[in-house]
């Protein structure tokens, strides 16, 4: 059985029309709606498509349902999630963190990046039955994939189309308003085709604490690119940057600094030095000043150095310095 988190249940209780009791809705799926909001409870994924069929069958307007749970999704309604999409630096990096960091939002979905002449594809994969249920809930996923695109481009975002593979609600037009493009029903995929030009263009780094980071900390890095006896410095600096969006290949730094990745390899031979072994202390590095100069949580910060998830970050934190990336936060705040 699948696990949803149980924010999205929230976010459909809260577009849903005035008639709707709510709180009976979300009691009705083991979720206490005077409690604060934690995305970290889960339901399942039967209860949750059997919660929006009972939404959608009590509004007049029930075949918009989707859309506007998906338009009501803001980056920071997902946490870790939402700050890895946010800070990337254009939307096909958001969409390659999606890849790695969705887990912590559900267990059904995977997502995936195609590339193609008429721009790329963002797919999301979900196995099951497509009943009243998982057709709503495919409709704000791909919505909100749509909605926090927007809100983190520099630029207007264009879709080339959307595709579902379920059938046609009975009215369309307000699907094809809604994403500003045709939106084709019974598919073979459920996905949006984004415009290159909107892949390519930068997001607006909506995290300035994590900017201002990157700037006053990696910039500092960049020495003398010329001099190979900087090269550690060079590589640990393209490899901090990239992060984020999951440990890099060495063939990708080798792209940043010029050079075949088989040159890369050979030069930090040469000094005594391998690619793996900067990696791990990129990480590091990178790990210990977060954790003393910002407040980001370690599930954050987990994610900007690298990791899918928190409990590897913690293994791999332990085994550099000794101890738990808590302990040493605490002991750098006492100095």
């Not at 976010?11 to 979720?31: C, P, T």
């Not at 604060?36 to 409870?41: C, E, F, K, L, Q």
Request: net charge negative; hydrophobic share 40%.
């Amino acid at each position: 059985m699948g696990q949803i988190t149980s924010l999205f249940a929230h976010k459909v209780v809260g577009v849903a029309e005035d008639s709707i009791n709510g709180s009976s809705l979300l009691a009705s799926i083991g979720i206490d709606p005077t409690a604060p909001v934690d995305p970290s409870i889960m339901v399942s994924d039967s209860d949750y498509y059997r919660f929006l069929e009972n939404v959608a069958s009590a509004e007049q307007s029930g075949h918009t349902l989707g859309l506007r749970a998906g338009n009501s999704m803001r980056c920071d309604d997902y946490g870790a999630f939402g700050l890895a999409w946010k800070t990337a630096s254009n939307l096909r990096g958001s969409f390659t963190r999606a890849e790695r960091y969705w887990r912590v939002m559900t267990s059904v979905s995977v997502y995936t990046i195609e590339s193609t002449d008429d721009g790329s594809f963002a797919h999301l994969h979900r196995e099951g039955k497509r009943d009243l249920g998982m057709r709503l809930s495919n409709e704000a996923t791909v919505a909100s994939m749509f909605t926090i695109s927007r809100e983190v481009a520099t630029k207007p975002v264009q879709l080339r189309g959307v595709f579902f593979k379920h059938a046609a609600p009975g009215i369309v037009a307000d699907h094809e308003a809604f994403f500003g493009c045709e939106v084709h029903f019974n598919a073979d995929r459920d996905a949006l085709l984004i415009a290159n030009e909107s892949m390519r263009a930068p997001n607006k780094f909506g995290d300035v604490a994590i900017t201002q980071f990157f700037e006053t900390h990696l910039e500092a890095e960049v020495t003398q690119f010329e001099d190979d006896n900087a090269l550690d410095k060079q590589v640990k600096t393209q490899i901090s940057r990239a992060l984020s969006e999951g440990v890099p290949n060495i063939s990708d730094i080798a792209s940043e600094l010029a050079m075949s990745g088989r040159t890369l390899q050979r030069k930090l031979s040469d000094q005594g030095h391998s690619y793996q072994s900067l990696v791990d202390d990129a990480r590091r590095e990178l790990a210990e000043q977060l954790l003393k100069q910002s407040q980001h949580s370690l599930a954050n910060i987990a994610f900007l150095t690298g990791f899918s998830e928190q409990s590897s970050f913690n293994r791999a934190f332990k085994r550099w310095a000794g101890q738990t990336p808590r302990s040493y936060r605490l002991a750098a705040q006492s100095r």
